[in-house]
């Protein structure tokens, strides 16, 4: 299988902050990574896939950048709806893991 | 609209089994994959397995192969989950997922199924 990481595994920060989240898989999975959002008691949303291309209706604050590996989602200026915890996802071979999720709260 | 509309809530004892589902609406429901996914409480996502509608071409993470059973019903669009002995470990919220054809992608899911097993 393949290992997903993220760093940091939570964040706090305030409304206008730039936040970067780092997703990294254990070999090279191209660009076939997804990102999800999931806020507290909901169902988790996708934010972005092929690791840069925004879902239809996702704000533009949000992007993503990287290949092979190393992987990063930046939220360019954070907004109070924002704060949920962040998934990137795999979907290179199966099983298609999940990252352990990164929590950004307020600070 | 596309829609994925799971059954509800479920509460059994150990050694129970189960079988919950996620219908599909709005969409060709032959052409995308539908997943499922596992959230144990106060925890991350978990990929358990594919289905393909059309030919139930099925494809399971090794954690959860012989453990679930994934399933689907053309003619209802519908998917299905089935556990044949249930854990209290298997206690989790269970979401259903659209995947696209090639790249399986979640685009939209279902509301979840909350499992509960306790004795």
């Known amino acids: 299988d393949i290992q997903m990481t993220q760093s940091p595994s939570s964040l706090s920060a305030s409304v206008g902050d730039r936040v970067t989240i780092t997703c990294r898989a254990s070999?090279?999975?191209?660009?076939?990574l997804a990102w999800y959002q999931q806020k507290p008691g909901k169902v988790p949303k996708l934010l972005l896939y092929?690791?840069?291309g925004l879902e239809g209706g996702v704000p533009s604050r949000f992007s993503g950048s990287g290949s092979g590996t190393d992987f990063t989602l930046t939220i360019s200026s954070l907004q109070p709806e924002d704060f949920a915890t962040y998934y990137c996802?795999?979907?290179?071979?199966?099983?298609?893991?999940f990252g352990p999720g990164t929590k950004v709260a307020i600070k | 609209e596309v829609q994925l509309v799971q059954s509800g809530a479920e509460v059994k004892e150990p050694g129970e089994s189960l079988k919950i589902s996620c219908k599909g609406s709005?969409?060709?429901?032959?052409?995308?994959?539908i997943g499922w996914v596992r959230q144990m409480p106060g925890k991350g996502l978990d990929w358990m397995g594919i289905?393909?509608?059309?030919?139930?071409?099925?494809r399971y993470s090794p954690s959860f192969r012989g453990q679930v059973t994934i399933s689907a019903d053309k003619s209802s669009t519908t998917a299905y989950l089935q556990w044949r002995s249930l854990r209290a470990s298997d206690t989790a919220i269970y979401y259903c997922?659209?995947?696209?054809?090639?790249?399986?992608?979640?685009?939209?899911w279902g509301q979840g199924t909350l499992v509960t097993v306790s004795s």
């Open positions: 997922a659209r995947g696209g054809n090639p790249t399986v992608i979640f685009d939209y």
């Open positions: 996802q795999q979907y290179y071979s199966i099983p298609h893991t």
């Open positions: 092929a690791a840069s």
């Open positions: 289905i393909h509608p059309d030919d139930s071409d099925t």
């Open positions: 709005g969409y060709s429901f032959n052409n995308y994959w």
């Open positions: 070999q090279g999975i191209t660009n076939s």
